[in-house]
């Protein structure tokens, strides 16, 4: 996987079929914390005790505190030029797909078409009725965050309440560790894998590549011929990631680096 940049490039010129894993790497130069690395979210906060259905049924004003700081941490951060020039390559080539598993929102706010993403881990930006289901999308969405902020600290009596059954708690709609991912999502990803023979190119990006099942679509589409293109900050030796010789393994920030690797098919984007 000592392949170079430039041979990454020419390769991305003819891809045809190309699946994306975007993980909070991609965001990093946007502020917003990664979870296993440095500084990560899991380094300074208790997962168990946030990030699970257990711990919402345990304490749901701890919960909302938590994501509501990440709500506004993911409203003020801006999308980078990795996200941009994601954009830009799903608008050239239709035949890319993103599997993002990034709650922060970037990527739509950067213009990723809807139809070439699939939000995996569901977003920041809706939220769900633990009673009746509901969904809940902006501008709903917006009253029930602009109540919980006008909080000075959130207490259990004024945790927002489903204006549709009138009772259901609301939740952040983000997938929680042991819940399953949104089958539809699962279902578009398998039938993309599946509708022809073979997968030009993987590229992974800005994931530690710990989290099932996203990481068994990197072996998919191996299966399928893909060269996989891995870009992390971190500098890992690529044949503990199963790299290969035809693979990549492209050291540095995102953002510098994805807008540089798309050169070819996406021209100069604007830097954010
Ligand atoms: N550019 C590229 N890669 C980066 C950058 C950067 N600027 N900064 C950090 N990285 C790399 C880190 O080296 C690490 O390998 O991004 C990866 C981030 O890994 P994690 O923090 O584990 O995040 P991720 O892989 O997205 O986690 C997957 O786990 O906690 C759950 O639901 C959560 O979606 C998340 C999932």
Redesign the pocket.
Known sequence: ASRSLSSFQDHIITSRRILALL????S??SGLP????AG???KTHD?KAL?TPAAFDADPALVWTFYLERIKAAQEAKPNAAHVALTELARKKEGFLAVN???DGLSRRAGHPEQQIHDI?GSLFTLRCTKCDLEIRPPDYEQYIHNLSQQSSITTSKLPRCHSCSEGLIRPGV?WFTESLPQTSLKSIYDWVEAEPTIDTMLV???????YP?TAYIEAARKKGARVAV????QEDPSLLGLEEQDWYIQ????D?VPTMLKPVIGDTMQE
């Open positions: 993980g909070a790497g991609l990093a130069s990664t979870f296993r690395g990560g979210l899991w997962v990030s598993m990034n709650i881990h997938v990006i800005g994931t530690s590549t710990e989290v996203a870009v992390n900050i971190e540095g920030d995102a953002a680096l």
